[in-house]
């Protein structure tokens, strides 16, 4: 009697078991949807740490897996000026990107000239000036430089000046397998349809675009600079970031302050990555939060979800 129980147990033992392995994991978390573009966290994010010394740009790798478990990053060359062609300080730098994890995307350039300037000896000094940084990012490993496409004159001369200044600097690239992107980054660059116009004169495979969804303010009140004053006239940013789009070789996803449900209060994301997943790009979107009402470290974290909850649903 025992045997014939205690056989008939292990017999229904093993058809439960086979029916759990069957069934539905009902108390398992759902997986998250994937992502259609990778997330990587821009090193102006913590801009006021850094020009206030808290950090420094060796530590940025280390911040960006440990903090947000972010394992894409993008410096700013202002954060390491001087050491373009220091290779102690680049092999100390790669040794804390290998340390944590974290691979190298693009340095975004400034201070070095503007490559749409009318005056064609400072234009090439600013295409000279860019060749360290081409030469930094490939020893670091990154895909690309992000370059400033400003000068001063009408549109159609700046133009003209930028097509010559980064198909210049595009060519000296090109052998590299470095990228060269211009961001929507103020004056007649945050207006979609003439970067656009500018990518299609240029017509390289390594010259391209970095929309950003912040920095489309055309004009500002104090003597028409870039920088520095309140901003008169704007161009619409979905527009300037659709045009933007098929030239896009990365995509700096803007954030500045949050309301209570977590969405930007300036940006329209679910609209925003609509636009940049219907573009068909599939690459690197990388948070620059630079907002004044939120902790820098919070900002980036409520960013990061932010992107994460709207890609997945778009």
Known sequence: MFMTNRRQFMQQAAIAATGLAFAPAVFAEPMKKKLFFDISLAEWSLHKALFAKKITNLDFPGIARKEFDISIVEYVNQFFKDKANDTAYLNDLLTRCKDNGVSNHLIMIDGEGGLGDLDTAKRKQAVDNHKKWVECAKYLGCKTIRVNAHGIGSSEAVMKSAVEGLSSLGEFAKPLGIN?????????????????????????????????????????????????????????????????????????????????????????????MKIVKDSGFRGIVGIEYEGETTDEYEGIKKTKVLLERTGAMV
């Open 180 to 272: 060269v992107i211009v961001e929507n980054h103020g004056g007649y660059s945050s207006n979609g349809e003439w970067l656009a116009s500018v990518m299609k004169q240029v017509k390289m495979k390594n010259v391209g675009t970095l929309p950003d969804f912040g920095n489309f303010c055309l004009r500002r009140a104090e003597n028409g600079t870039e920088w520095g004053g309140k901003c008169v006239e704007d161009y619409d940013r979905y527009k300037g970031t659709q045009e933007m789009m098929p030239y896009a070789k990365g995509v700096s996803a803007k954030s500045h302050d949050f309301d209570a449900q977590g969405n930007d209060t300036l940006v329209d994301y679910m609209r925003m």
